[in-house]
């Protein structure tokens, strides 16, 4: 066998070098924030351990996605966006894949050029009264948010949360204002009163398990669910995503598992979907003189 040249093995090497350096440099584009806001969308990811994300990993779920960021939960000083992979929250050590990353990759779809931000900000085991306003946790999110704003458009919230506002009649008669008033709250400190807000619903096998299956839990359980699911017709520019078919990793019965959260956030993404073309639809059957700008008093 003939030997290479030396001259030819450093050829070689400096052109395989060069693609190397070309391959990193392309892939690092993938995560680059816009130049344009209009194409960084981003949401924020809200409510408790069903958004953070409960179901076992593969190795290929720690690879970032293209085209999605983060800002990452446990930030230190400025917030940084970085690539997007599970777990989103890397809050408590419950937190894993989720659906945060299923949604961004659906709503990605036949929209070249937009790049999606993701906020999580959802916290395991948190009932609505530790994520209202006036907490430290929506404290943050509003505060992320904001800075994200700088960068691009906050399209929307995707929120998954209410198993432990079924632990009492209290918590669950109280529910539907207290999701009502949060989502008023949110839309006025972001200054978008059309907000979009996507909710999803409990899980129908939530109330089966052993600790969750006594008569007056399943009926908490279900006043919440009626809460959910009723939420579009009573506050406009909202969606609903639901959890037929789905399925839990263990004998809890409160989680999802794996290829649950794939349908659930391809779910969000139609729901988001149908909510927006609505909002359009209401906005181009507007009376003229509404859509008329008025005189500056």
């Known amino acids: 066998m ?10 070689c090497a400096l052109l395989s070098g060069s693609v190397l350096a070309a391959d990193d440099k392309q892939d690092a584009k993938a995560w680059e924030i816009p130049s344009s806001k209009e194409n960084f969308h981003v949401f924020l990811l809200m409510g408790q351990s069903n958004m953070s994300g409960y179901a076992m990993m ?10 999605v960021v983060k800002l990452p939960t446990k930030a230190k000083g400025k917030f940084r ?17 989720g659906l945060g990353i299923p949604f961004a990759v659906e709503y990605l779809k036949n929209k070249p050029g937009v790049t999606v931000g993701l906020i999580p900000v959802a916290w395991g085991g948190a009932g609505i009264d530790k994520l209202k306003k006036g907490t430290p946790t929506y404290s943050n999110a509003i505060k992320k948010a904001q800075h994200a704003m700088t960068r691009g458009v906050i399209k929307g919230v995707l929120w998954h949360q209410g198993e432990s506002d079924t632990i009492s009649q209290a918590k669950a008669d109280s529910y539907d204002q207290k999701l009502q008033q949060l989502i008023a709250d949110v839309r006025k400190d972001l200054a978008n009163d059309k907000l979009p807000f996507i909710v999803g619903n409990l899980a129908e096998f939530y109330g089966t398990g052993k600790d969750h299956r006594k008569p007056d839990r399943v009926k908490r359980i279900e006043k919440v669910r009626g809460v959910l699911r009723s939420l579009p017709k009573k506050v406009k520019h909202t969606g609903f995503a639901e959890s037929t078919g789905c399925s839990s990793p263990d004998g809890h019965m409160v989680h999802f598992d794996r290829k649950s959260y794939i349908i659930l956030g391809k779910r969000y993404a139609k729901a988001y979907a149908e909510t927006v073309k609505k909002k359009r639809k209401s ?15």
């Open 2 to 11: 003939k030997l290479a040249s030396p001259l030819c093995v450093v050829l």
């Open 58 to 67: 593969l190795a290929e779920d720690r690879k970032p996605v293209p085209y």
């Open 81 to 97: 966006w970085r690539p997007a992979s599970h777990p989103l929250h890397n809050r408590l050590k419950s937190d894993r894949f």
């Open 283 to 297: 906005r181009q059957n507007a009376p003229a003189d509404a859509k008329r700008p008025q005189p500056r008093a």
